[in-house]
């Protein structure tokens, strides 16, 4: 008897992990289904005049050229929250020190300035690559165990700054896209970072709900290596970034890499033109290689190219890269019970123009890509949020002062 009713606890004990295996986590506080990404602005003075009251206040930029109505048009146009990234260089910036408690008055007026307009709003510490106007960015906060603690100290002290706001109208997200564990040297670092960084958030905001996110920029892949249980909180939103395929969505960028900047010229999809008029764009990138591509390059580059053509010259091939990242979050999330609501998709896009370069991405393409990336993201249960309101792949404006044409904006209004 006592051989059976050992058995029968242990048949039980089996049975309620399972369950508690099967069972989805509670829902979050924080709530959302379409939004959009502000941009982060880096366009003010350099760091040695980040003293200067006038030049940086008030904070984040965006408040330099938004007004309210500027916000309400975006919910009448049918967002419900906006992911508003701070770059938090300027609060590890000795530069600031008089004005600290004033930049993070300003980042809670501003949050509140959205949800003035009837929209919520994601508060995005949104790190940027060091250089040109700051000393502090990604690289530094990842590479100096004591910088990266300073981080930590910034991501508890805007929390703190948050945690009075109500939770069903604010959420933070302590790190956008972290650089690290992208080499093929097998390093699992960021999990570690990722809970002290919790860990900070949840002391000073109980109630908010945190976003959290793999590492390697927030791919899809970087999340499924997530032990979520290893944060135990329900009141949590998972996040990935796909901007795939990249050839497309990137073209003529001269920041993301040493090869896209080349690419031109090619439709969404490739089927979208004759196939004439596609041999003629992949032979002007070719020649541009050529011509300008550093030497030891140019084979690899050309090679490059036609591979990842090749991955994506009929529809069906296009899709399934799409919806890759997609079917992996999905997966994950089910063997860890993970409400599709917990998920948010939270960036992509398509390039409209390269600061600088005369390739304008025609209306048509960008807005046939947006349109598939939402479809597939509301398919799978997950809110999502565009980039970006302006600049490189703005979709309400583009450079100075101008407007993006508004076929991306009219494909997101005509959303059921």
Known sequence: MALLGAMIKTLMAALLAFGALALPAPAATFSMKRGLNLDQWTTWTGEEKWNDPTAILPYPEWRKFLKEDDLKALKDAGFDFLRMPVDPS??????TLALRDDLYASVLDSARMINRAGLKVIVDMHLIPAGGNRKTGMGQVMDDPGTFDAYVDVVRKMARTLSNEDPGQVAFEPMNEPIVDCDGDGTNLWPERQKKL?????????????????????????????????????NIIWTFHSYDPFLLTHQGATWAGDFIRYVTGLPFPLTAVPQRQLDVALDTIRARIRAEAPWTRRSGMLAYLDEQVASMDTDDKLLAIMDAPFKTVEAWAKANGIRPENITLGEFGMIRQEYGN?????????????RQMIARAEAHGFSWSVWGYGGAFGIVDAFN???????????????P
């Open 358 to 370: 005369g390739y304008v991405m025609p209306a048509e393409y960008r807005a046939a890509y947006v």
């Open 198 to 234: 919790f860990a900070a958030a949840r002391s000073s905001a109980t109630r908010l709900t945190l976003i959290l996110t793999g590492a390697c920029y927030s791919n899809a892949a970087s999340l499924a290596r997530i032990d979520p249980k290893l944060i135990a909180d329900d």
């Open 90 to 95: 300027p609060f590890l910036s000795d530069e």
């Open 401 to 415: 002062g101008d407007k993006a044409e508004p076929a991306v904006m009219d494909a997101i209004r005509s959303l």
